[in-house]
């Protein structure tokens, strides 16, 4: 079942009149372009016949600027699956349709299978986040016949990891040495923005190190979203000044990780850190690290003061 939002199911419930459906079946409902195609794509499967048949007929002819821009808009997969299988050769809609966020990875794999453009199979390469997610995209793009040679040595490395990449995601060890940590880093180094990010995914303990301090923001990012990484590395993560403001931003974000008091401890002390964050953290610290904050020379006087503030307000309520 198709998800809706309430612009949409005002026209579209089993409650709506079916003088307000037709009105929307023929398009002369006052709808945004996303919203019009969902409306129209849920009454062409309308019980009434009258209203399925002007819905279809308002699909043949939606102006394609319109339904271009309706695919750049917040819509359900289930709505995008069927109007990349409406126009299957038509590469402008299926570029916005590789392109949209909410588009299923179900959804991906057919257009990499078939995509005839090399715009469209480039949009598909470079989400190297969802290669790493689902391979059977990868393989797709690589038996397209379309896909051109640059892009196919690259899903080859992706598809086919080499010893190295087996040794950077095997089990996590105690930490190397350096001459061994430098080697590593050289050979990662050597890697695409897409190897990087899949490794950042899948990589063990040396990948994740390595690869948080990448500069490329996509890249270190992944690494958070690693499921093998653990709470020891973001107390180390949040401590570092070096660490870079928006990595500590998406630890901010993460409930499991701000239960741990050293996290959210180091993130206030942390300059990198955003003001608001270390604002909204300050009112969870002990009473001796509250006292610490009040007397720092080394925070923002703002962040002093809030301590100081929190200080007296705990001792007034209590």
């Known amino acids: 079942m198709i998800k809706v939002n309430r612009a949409v199911y005002d026209y579209v419930s089993p409650g709506t009149p079916k003088p307000l459906r037709l009105k929307a079946a023929e398009a002369r409902a006052d709808l945004a372009p996303a919203d019009k195609l969902t409306v129209l794509l849920v009454l062409s499967q309308d019980a009434d016949i009258e209203v399925q048949t002007a819905a279809k007929r308002s ?24 109007v990349a ?29 078939r995509a005839e453009s090399e715009a469209v199979i480039g949009i598909i390469a470079e989400d190297a986040e969802r290669l790493a997610r689902s391979p059977e995209i990868a393989r797709a793009l690589a038996g397209n016949p379309n896909t051109p040679g640059p892009v196919r040595e690259l899903l080859e490395r992706i598809l086919n990891p080499d010893e190295i990449h087996e040794r950077l995601t095997g089990e996590d060890i105690a930490d190397i040495g350096d001459e061994e940590h430098e080697s590593l880093s050289n050979i990662i180094s050597r890697m695409t923005v897409a190897e990087k990010i899949k490794l950042a995914l899948t990589g063990n303990k040396e990948a994740r190190t390595i690869l948080l301090r990448d500069s490329n ?22 401590a570092s000044k070096s660490t870079a403001d928006e ?10 990780w701000l239960k741990n008091y050293q996290v959210k401890h180091n993130l ?8 608001t964050i270390s604002m909204r953290l300050i009112g969870y610290l002990y009473k001796k690290d509250l006292e610490a904050l009040a007397k720092s020379k080394n925070i923002p006087t703002v962040l002093a003061t809030a301590a100081r503030k929190t200080l007296e307000a705990r001792k007034k309520y209590g």
């Open 85 to 113: 299988s409406m126009y299957p050769q038509d590469q402008a809609v299926l570029a916005r349709i590789a392109r949209n966020p909410k588009t299923d990875d179900e959804t991906i794999e057919k257009i990499a299978r």
């Open 59 to 82: 699909l043949e002819n939606f102006a394609p600027l319109e339904l271009l821009e309706a695919l750049e808009g917040r819509l359900d997969p289930k709505v995008l699956k069927k």
């Open 247 to 256: 990595l500590l931003r998406l630890v901010a974000r993460n409930r499991e």
């Open 268 to 275: 206030v002390l942390n300059p990198k850190t955003p003001l």
């Open 217 to 238: 923001k996509i890249i270190s990012a992944s690494v958070l979203k690693n499921p093998r990484i653990t709470e020891d590395e973001i107390v180390r993560l949040t």
